[in-house]
């Protein structure tokens, strides 16, 4: 699955989400301590998004002398083993209007921004996040 590009994401249009088009995406760097906390939070509630139809995306902001490999080191040690997409940092971080990381934002029916995490937002806000946006097909 490709990380929408900042002109496919549509952030003022109102829309009908649908479940089977939501989309959580958590932006993580390998070096940023809440990040990592976040990411082993959301991954123990994997399965509280399978059952709403949604599935977390993991996407590494990785600094330009970081690797994959060191990502996937990071991952390993927290005994994660997820996929995950990779951006490169000051271009992404710019590019997506991201101000701080972790972060979360929940797509829609043809990537429209449907919300985006504050600033400290824990794994359980997220997941009531996704339930409300999926109760809205319901």
């Known amino acids: 699955m490709e990380i929408p590009s900042d002109s496919d994401i549509e952030r003022d249009k109102p829309t ?3 479940t089977a088009h939501l989309l959580p995406i958590e932006f993580w760097s390998p070096t940023c301590r809440p990040c990592l906390d976040r990411l082993r939070q959301l991954v123990a509630r994997k399965r509280d998004f399978a059952e709403k139809g949604t599935t977390l995306k993991l996407v590494v902001i990785l600094d330009e002398d970081q690797s994959t490999k060191d990502a996937k080191n990071v991952l390993e040690q927290l005994h994660i083993h997820e996929a995950f997409d990779e951006l490169k940092s000051e271009q992404s971080i710019t590019k997506l209007e991201l101000s701080v990381l972790p972060a979360t934002w929940l797509l829609g029916a043809k990537n429209r921004l449907l919300w ?5 937002a824990n794994e359980f806000e997220i997941e009531c996040a996704a339930r409300h946006f999926a109760a809205t097909t319901e």
């Open 16 to 18: 009908t989400p649908n």
């Open 116 to 120: 985006v995490a504050p600033s400290g």
